[in-house]
């Protein structure tokens, strides 16, 4: 089994900023071919990907909305994932889950991830 804690969401206002961080614990986590990902979920609406890296970090992908303004990061030996988000717009407004895939590359999809955490909420207010 493996467990995701987020933290690090809240209210700010549009252009602001947040640090999101996502720490994972278990037993089998320590694969060196895990892939981490962040997806956010809006009221009304599907849970839509965000961004993903892969084991080493040499490797990210973002949802076209977001290229330039978050970014994706991890600390293996801490076993955090993080996702700063700059330049935040009222539209990024939703709950951001961590998502882990134990033998993934980084993939948009929802359904490659088999682990999920409980999300924190991001409110940004125009």
């Known amino acids: 089994q493996v467990q995701l804690v987020e933290s690090g969401g809240g209210l700010v206002q549009a252009g602001g900023s947040l640090r999101l961080s996502c720490a994972a614990s278990?037993?089998?986590?320590?694969?060196?071919?895990?892939?981490m990902a962040w997806f956010r979920q809006a009221p009304g609406k599907e849970r839509e990907f965000v961004a993903a890296?892969?084991?080493?970090?040499?490797?990210?992908f973002y949802q076209d909305s977001v290229k330039g303004r978050f970014s994706i990061s991890r600390d293996n030996a801490k076993n955090t994932v993080y996702l700063q988000m700059n330049s935040l717009k009222p539209e990024d407004t939703a709950v951001y889950y961590c998502?882990?895939?134990?033998w993934g590359h980084g993939s948009r999809t929802v359904n490659s991830y088999e682990y999920w955490g409980q999300g924190t909420q991001v409110t940004v207010s125009s």
């Open positions: 890296i892969n084991w080493s970090g040499a490797n990210t």
């Open positions: 278990g037993r089998t986590f320590n694969s060196n071919a895990n892939a």
């Open positions: 998502a882990a895939d134990l």
